[in-house]
């Protein structure tokens, strides 16, 4: 059976008061949510609280979801977007602009990100498996600005397509696309100028 | 040539087709176009580097694993049970009516039991259990005659009428009380006596006081009010002509000093 029909499937037995339909939507898309929050908000806490707020708010509006207006994972990736605007928005002000320069942590002697990244690493377009190069990318994705970054991350990590992400984002298909190859210029901009700082 | 546009294609078409070309899905004569206009354009040409670089880096992310507690937290702040799998299992099992019921009574108990089972609660229970025994202990009541109480209305009513009257005889007993008592009724019978001229005779002066005092009133009645008074002592000499001769004879007769005559005025006031 197709995944959509499945999700359409469980779903409608989850409206009408199904526990277990409503537990196996939470096992199938909880990681993948999870990690669309880790990636927009950068912190696993924040992660964690939207990632139950999505499925409370998915909880009570499931009965709203038309199977015939798109897929179900498209939904439900609508829904986490919305979240993560408002919350953005929220912490606008209480966000540090944390700056690949400047310390990662309170104390003030801690070495900058710059100089933690190994100076002996492969080369960046290898494909850098170190857990401290994939926290370095982690962190210049949050430097990206929020439409730049939700878009590459719904491409790039999200494996959705253009159209997907068009009906997502509320925007043409041509905006996603410059977005997302402004996304990922950018991004790369960034890393390298952390690397030639180290070099 | 910074955005010169290629023979072949113009700059916002290689960006148009940037994502295409970087998915793998450009192919023909127009992916020939795009590379060639890459090659040629500067700003084209490291645009395509950086997002083929950018791309990447993004796919160096994996997965992240949530955290293990997070499917548990949701299901509880959802639909409020942890997970299905355990009542399902639960209920393809046969139990005894005994079972049902203790597991009924266990749903209901148990928040319960959890709620007394945490410490300030038990800190409160033990202090009223132990004031209330305190209490019992030093009014003298045993729980071991609790059992031969009479409950009916009337036993009850008659238990109280008895108590009542216990407790007041015996408070009205304790020596202390009575001692108290005692003295205070000796100060009351040695003040008595004292105290009544004493209060009579400061009523009678507070009552003057208040008839003389004219202070505050106009002069005319200052006058008017001296002049009232009863029982005033008049000396001879300052009597009339006419009876003077007469009463000077009568001082000089006998009396050492200037006879005093007490003569009282009646006047009638308007």
């Known amino acids: 059976m197709e995944d959509a029909h499945v999700a359409a499937l469980l779903v409608r037995r989850c409206v009408a008061g199904d526990a277990a339909a409503w537990e196996e939507i939470v096992q199938r898309y909880h990681r993948r949510i999870y990690n669309l929050c880790y990636r927009f908000a950068g912190s696993a806490d924040d992660a964690q609280d939207l990632t139950q707020e999505v499925f409370i708010r998915m909880y009570r509006t499931l009965n709203s979801y038309d199977v015939g207006r798109g897929a179900f994972m498209t939904w439900i990736t609508t829904l986490t977007r919305n979240l993560l605007v408002d919350h953005f928005r929220k912490t606008k002000h209480d966000r540090l602009t944390d700056s690949l320069d400047a310390t990662a942590s309170d104390h003030e002697d801690a070495m900058p990100l710059g100089e933690r990244i190994p100076d002996g690493g492969p080369a960046p377009d290898a494909g850098v498996q170190s857990r401290e190069t994939k926290e370095t990318v982690h962190q210049a994705l949050q430097r990206l600005s929020p439409e730049l970054r939700e878009a590459v991350i719904l491409r790039d990590l999200q494996d959705m397509d253009y159209r997907e992400i068009a009906t997502v984002l509320k925007v043409p298909e041509g905006t996603v696309k410059s977005r997302i190859n402004r996304g990922r210029a950018e991004l790369a901009r960034l890393l390298q100028r952390t690397y030639r700082q180290v070099m | ?270």
Request: proline share 6%.
């Open chain 2, 1 to 270: 040539m910074p955005g010169k546009e290629d023979i072949r294609m113009s700059c916002s078409e290689f960006d148009a087709l940037l994502s295409q070309a970087i998915d793998g899905t450009l192919a023909g004569d127009r992916l020939s176009a795009f590379e060639a206009h890459g090659r040629v354009c500067q700003l084209c040409g490291p645009l395509l580097h950086e997002a083929e670089a950018g791309r990447s880096w993004l796919k160096s992310l994996a997965d992240v694993a949530p955290p293990d507690e997070l499917v548990t937290n949701i299901l509880l702040r959802t639909s409020g049970v942890a997970s299905t799998h355990r009542q399902v299992a639960g209920k393809a099992e046969p139990t005894s009516w005994v079972a049902r019921i203790r597991e009924w009574a266990n749903v209901i108990t148990s928040p319960v039991v959890a709620m007394a089972r945490q410490p300030r609660f038990a800190m409160s229970f033990g202090m009223a259990f132990f004031t209330l025994s305190v209490t019992l202990s030093l009014a003298g009541v045993k729980l071991s005659d609790l059992r031969h109480m009479d409950l009916r209305p009337s036993a009850i009513r008659r238990s109280y009428y008895e108590t009542s009257g216990r407790v007041v005889k015996y408070y009205e007993n304790i020596r202390f009380v009575y001692e108290i008592e005692s003295r205070v009724r000796q100060f009351k019978e040695a003040a008595a006596p004292a105290e009544q001229p004493s209060e009579q005779q400061n009523n009678n002066d507070r009552k003057n006081k208040t008839k003389n005092d004219t202070s505050g009133q106009p002069e005319q009645k200052q006058e008017r009010n001296y002049s009232r008074e009863g029982n005033q002592p008049v000396f001879a000499a300052s009597l009339p002509v006419n009876r003077g001769p007469e009463l000077a004879r009568l001082w000089r007769a006998g009396s050492p000093e200037p006879t005093v005559v007490s003569v009282t005025t009646y006047r009638r006031f308007s």
